[in-house]
């Protein structure tokens, strides 16, 4: 984790696609950008977030009293945001009759409430916190639009939520978009490309910038390949770690299995789909977490758990240990 900046008071960092924030619950959910950091930097504190799918630009403070200064400047609109996405649709041509400033900005406006049943999804709701995102097109492609993001209120999931609202998804989008748009991509499109603010100390203006370079078009980016398990990796490692048995498993859309336990402890990955899985942490508060293909999930012999298989189903290799 090399800043791209860094003073007494600030770390400016770049965060990859897939890695966390902050830590997660769960041993699995450790590692993120805010351990590593700190394991450089001790005195380094979280100040905001990008969702673990999104890249980009992110600041952290070093020590408390910047941590509270730059909370400040978040809490009062000084911090200025900007993304870049690829959606699906022609963006433009459905949105023309949406108005324009004279830069060619639009705006969607949306109150944004958690849907607590299958969180952590969030959806456009009156009930919701007032939630406003302005965007412009920089590129239209047959099948998808690049475009230019500005969120002006900060509400979790917001960008990937206001898009997938008026019809245009973000590609790669495992929580918003239909298994049709996030195959499109082998990540999700949003990438925090500028952050600019006033030092808060100095009050010296601090602009940053992380480029990329996606388009409209087919294959829209280049992108790192992801390692991939076979069966019989996962199976040889299952084994080696004193599970008896491992096989596979497919659950049918929206299958809901209520709480039940099993006389055997169970280590899986999954493979295709997704599920939710509800159960109660170490401390004793209820948790409950959105698994897609490439997580792995463990549990011991009588825990009690619930499961909530998607849209899709869900099919996973699951190892016993009886």
């Known amino acids: 984790m090399t800043p791209l900046y860094e003073d007494e008071h600030l770390l400016v960092l770049e965060k990859p696609s897939g890695l966390l924030s902050v830590p997660g619950r769960g041993a699995d959910k450790q590692d993120c950008l805010a351990s590593r950091v700190q394991a450089l930097y001790p005195e380094a504190l979280v100040v905001h977030r990008l969702d673990q799918d999104t890249s980009g630009l992110l600041v952290m403070a070093r020590g408390i009293e910047a941590q509270r200064r730059m909370s400040r400047l978040f ?15 022609q963006m433009a041509l459905t949105q023309q009759a949406v108005s324009t400033d004279d830069t060619g900005w639009r705006t969607i406006d949306g109150s944004i409430l958690l849907d607590w049943e299958r969180r952590p999804l969030h959806i456009v709701h009156p009930d919701g916190k007032p939630s406003c995102s302005r965007w412009r097109v920089l590129q239209s492609g047959t099948d998808a639009t690049l475009v230019e993001l500005e969120p002006v209120t ?8 206001h ?3 008026v019809g245009h998804p973000i590609l790669g989008d495992a929580l918003y978009a239909p298994a049709s748009v996030r195959a499109l991509c082998p990540r999700l499109m949003l990438h925090a490309q500028s952050l600019e603010f006033p030092h808060p100390f100095t009050e010296a203006n601090m602009a940053f910038a992380s480029p990329i370079q996606w388009t409209a078009d087919a294959p829209y980016g280049v992108f790192n390949e992801v390692p991939t398990m076979s069966f019989e990796a996962f199976k040889q490692q299952a084994l080696a770690e004193g599970f008896d048995e491992v096989l596979e498993r497919h ?36 948790q409950k977490r959105y698994l897609t293909p490439g997580d792995e999930f463990s ?8 499961e909530h298989y998607g849209p899709e189903g869900a099919t996973y290799w699951v190892a016993r240990k009886n």
Request: net charge positive; glycine share 8%.
């Open 299 to 306: 549990l011991k012999r009588d825990e009690p758990h619930a």
């Open 75 to 89: 809490e009062t609109r000084q911090v200025h945001k900007r993304y870049v996405a690829v959606v699906a649709g």
């Open 251 to 286: 659950w049918e859309p929206n299958t809901v299995v209520e709480t039940h336990t099993h006389p055997f402890a169970v280590k899986a990955r999954v493979t295709a789909g997704q599920l939710w899985l509800s159960g109660t942490a170490a401390d004793g508060t209820a």
């Open 154 to 161: 900060g509400r979790t999931h917001q960008l990937r939520v």
């Open 163 to 165: 898009l997938q609202s």
